[in-house]
């Protein structure tokens, strides 16, 4: 098994107006990757397995528990000596400056999760370009910090929505982290490469969530629900197996994530309350235990998406 189990660049010329892929994993090949971490900050409520019982014109008077969840991943952070990337709602950016502020001041990398997570290939082209052109003028403002990244609310960008990547990079964005190829109710995009790889005219970059290789299928290795879900020892397992393939992991989370007392919501379906509840209070223990077990940095740095957008040399930083 190798990086080069991705669908080749041919395979994705064809069939009409689809644009190019090309492999990009080359340039993050190394013996001892270091790994990529990540946080999406939206709050509970803001989640699309509760999207059917929750008004957006409700969240305004819920009780918001990101301030105290994300200092409290700062601390674990800081404990850790690692840095993050925070893909971040403007809904948050605009109620929380301070949040945001205290993120950026901690060294992590700010990085834009659209403005209010709405699901990319549910929008027009125009509107989606509003979206984030709004929520990255948003979260510089707030922060003085440059945004080069962005993440799609449940990684929404597939095969109906790929000129999304267009839009992006005139949006002056460097980077997406918005595939994931498995096969899922709710997204993926199953022949996507597993993993960096630049798509269309503009050469956009890509970092895909993480995936392990079973046969040939994609099984998931990137956070979420899944990390909770399994076994710790099955997940560190496959981290390694991505680090065995010279490549680094990309892990992500969610400030609820590690607030087993968050309130809980009323009316949502069975498989939502399993997906959200599950786990909760093991989840901080268990990312104390991948911070230690594996060498962790921000998108930015442990894909070097500056050097790259400028075509420079290959190289991979790390604490
Ligand atoms: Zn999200």
New binding site residues.
């Given amino acids: 098994m190798s990086p080069n189990d991705a669908p080749s660049a041919d395979a994705h010329t064809s069939g009409g107006s689809r644009p190019a892929i090309v492999p990009a994993h080359e340039r993050y090949r190394s013996a001892a990757p270091c790994n990529a971490l990540s946080v999406?900050v939206?709050d509970y409520f803001?989640?699309?397995a509760f999207a059917d019982i929750v008004d957006p014109a409700s969240w305004a008077g819920r009780e918001c528990r990101i301030p105290r969840n994300v200092e409290r991943l700062l601390e674990i952070f800081r404990a850790a000596g690692v840095r993050s990337t925070f893909?971040t709602?403007g809904w948050v950016a605009e109620r929380y400056p301070e949040v945001i502020r205290s993120i950026v001041r901690a060294g992590h990398e700010l990085a834009s999760?659209?403005y209010e997570?709405r699901l990319a290939f549910a929008q027009s082209r125009a509107e989606f370009r509003e979206d984030v052109g709004r929520t990255k003028k948003l979260l510089e403002d707030v922060s003085g910090a440059e945004v080069i990244g962005f993440?799609?609310?449940?990684f929404s960008i597939d095969e109906r929505n790929l000129w999304a990547f267009d839009v992006l990079q005139e949006c002056g964005y460097l980077y997406s982290s918005s595939v994931n190829p498995i096969h899922h109710d709710n997204y993926g995009m199953l022949d996507a490469p597993r993993f960096a790889f630049r798509i269309g005219a503009g050469g956009f970059l890509e970092l895909p969530m993480t995936t392990v290789r079973i046969g040939s299928t994609n099984l998931p290795a990137a956070g979420g629900g899944f990390f909770r879900l399994a076994p710790y020892a099955a997940f560190r397992w496959a981290v390694r197996r991505v680090n065995a393939e010279q490549q680094p992991a990309i892990f992500y989370l969610?400030p609820w994530e590690i607030d087993p007392a968050q309130p809980r919501m009323q009316g949502a379906r069975l498989r939502s309350r399993f997906r959200h509840y599950l786990n909760l209070s093991r989840m901080e223990a268990r990312l104390v235990q991948l911070l230690h077990d594996f060498s962790w940095d921000s998108m930015e740095r442990v894909f070097d998406v500056r050097a790259a957008a400028d075509s420079g040399a290959a190289r991979m930083i790390c604490r």
């Fill in positions: 999406d939206e803001h989640v699309l893909f709602l999760h659209g997570h993440r799609a609310a449940s969610h």
